[in-house]
Nanobody
Framework: QVRLVESGGGLVQAGGSLRLSCAASGRTFSSYTMAWFRQAPGTEREFVVASRGSGGGTYYADSVRGRFSVSRDNAKNTVYLQMNSLKPEDTAAYYC????????????????????WGQGTQVAVSS
């Protein structure tokens, strides 16, 4: 069982920055595929970024590439999402997700392939 606890959401003006954190339990965190998804009201959960464990690469959605950056501190079992140049369309609930598998090919983009989820943290960007 993996428990994920997110923090760091809030309200920010367009062009501003926020950093989200996701602390995970589990002894083999470094091998997990960790991801962030987001969901606005009335929409399906949307892929934002994934970090494959064991140095397996990082992948961003086109909508956030160049503005968002993911990092992980395996010593702290924590993954971070640095969000810069925020836009109103980034407004959503952001969810941290974990898979104990390395998700190959584009499986990391599908929220159904993740076994564990955080409770979500709200990000609101005003224009």
């Amino acid at each position: 069982q993996v428990r994920l606890v997110e923090s760091g959401g809030g309200l920010v003006q367009a062009g501003g920055s926020l950093r989200l954190s996701c602390a995970a339990s589990g002894r083999t965190f470094s091998s997990y595929t960790m991801a962030w998804f987001r969901q606005a009201p009335g929409t399906e959960r949307e892929f934002v970024v994934a970090s494959r464990g064991s140095g397996g690469g990082t992948y961003y959605a086109d909508s956030v590439r160049g503005r968002f950056s993911v990092s992980r501190d395996n010593a702290k079992n924590t993954v971070y999402l640095q969000m810069n140049s925020l836009k109103p369309e980034d407004t959503a609930a952001y969810y941290c997700a974990a898979s104990t598998e390395i998700l190959y090919n584009t499986r990391y983009r599908n929220y159904r392939n993740y076994d564990y989820w955080g409770q979500g943290t709200q990000v609101a960007v005003s224009s």
